[in-house]
């Protein structure tokens, strides 16, 4: 999926936009319970050996991710939690690199979308460059895609 962006948006922010075939509420759902995220939360061809989660504003999260080739943390804190609405935390990796390794901000709203969807809009900023922003957009991406796949087993 290709990130959506206005041209004042361009490097600064990333934005997807997703149509998933249940209510908010269902959707918010498995994004707050951990043995649900660690399903999905990871690109394609990576798993989620951990994923600990304290749900409540100021608390925190801490993952990893794990390819046959790549290993790698990130953390953040949850800022807002309106559930079923809206969801705001911070982003950052844990490579050792200062300049990859910077702090940005999520924030996923959840809108109903007609009978029984949902809107989920992603959106994390701000980026140093085109290309981060872009490489966020292909992992999330994918973490979309992973997360489709665990909610249409979820309403099955």
Same mark, same amino acid.
């Given at each position: 999926?290709?990130? $959506? ?7 600064? *922010?990333?934005?997807?936009? +997703?149509?998933? /075939? =249940? #209510?908010?509420?269902? %959707? ?36 990893? $991710? ?7 943390? *990130?953390?953040?804190?949850? +800022?807002?939690? /309106? =559930? #079923?609405?809206?969801? %705001? ?68």
């Amino acid at each position: 999926m290709t990130p $959506i962006a206005t041209p004042a948006d361009t490097e600064q *922010a990333l934005v997807l936009r +997703r149509v998933f /075939d =249940a #209510p908010p509420q269902t %959707v918010f759902r498995l994004w707050s319970d951990p043995a649900r995220v660690k399903e999905w939360w990871h690109p394609k061809d990576f798993t989620t050996p951990t994923f600990e989660m304290d749900f409540r504003e100021g608390g925190a999260y801490r993952y990893s $991710i794990r390819s046959e080739k790549n290993h790698g943390w *990130a953390h953040g804190v949850y +800022r807002e939690i /309106d =559930a #079923p609405n809206r969801l %705001v935390m911070s982003f950052q990796w844990e490579t050792g690199d200062v300049a990859h390794d910077q702090p940005t901000l999520i924030t996923i709203t959840f809108e109903a979308e007609g009978e029984g969807k949902t809107l989920l809009t992603f959106r994390q900023e701000p980026f140093s460059s085109e290309g981060e922003r872009l490489s966020h957009g292909a992992g999330w991406g994918q973490v979309l895609d992973a997360f489709a796949q665990v909610l249409a087993g979820a309403n099955s």
